[in-house]
């Protein structure tokens, strides 16, 4: 046997839906989220903990921006949700999915620059955009 140890890509897989309201969206736990703008990634995110349920702390979306999530999806944006399979691969975090949906589709807002950069192979599933791959 060799020295050498192949390099597995962790590989995971995220359940996408597209929501129509804040109201169907809030309560959802640990998931990545999307908001799509003219077909394309305007902003990706995450949140470990509740989207936007009153009394919890939340990951970025809680309650007072209920009307901004709203507005958005009046005059033409779209709200994807995606929710990893879980337990999530060994040494993977919610943080290294996120950025790998950022690194290949790029977002109109610019995201914060992050050190750890996890190679990962994402599989899409669900009700995602068709811009979104299946898998790479």
Request: hydrophobic residues 25%; proline residues 7%.
């Amino acid at each position: 046997m060799s020295s050498e140890r192949r390099h597995s890509v962790p590989i995971v897989r995220v359940r996408w839906k597209q929501y129509k309201s804040y109201r169907g969206a809030k309560g959802r736990e640990v998931i990545l989220y999307l908001h799509e703008w003219d077909g394309k990634p305007f902003y990706w995110g995450k949140t470990s903990v509740s989207f936007g349920q009153k009394g919890k702390k939340t990951g970025r979306y809680g309650s007072g921006y209920r009307h901004w999530i709203e507005g958005c999806l009046r005059h033409g944006g779209r709200l994807y949700i995606g929710k990893p399979e879980e337990p999530l691969p060994e040494g993977v975090i919610l943080d290294d999915v996120e950025h790998a949906l950022i690194r290949k589709h790029k977002p109109t807002i610019r995201p914060r620059k992050r050190k750890r950069q996890l190679e990962l192979q994402v599989v899409n599933v669900g009700q995602k955009p068709p811009w979104l791959p299946r898998s790479y």
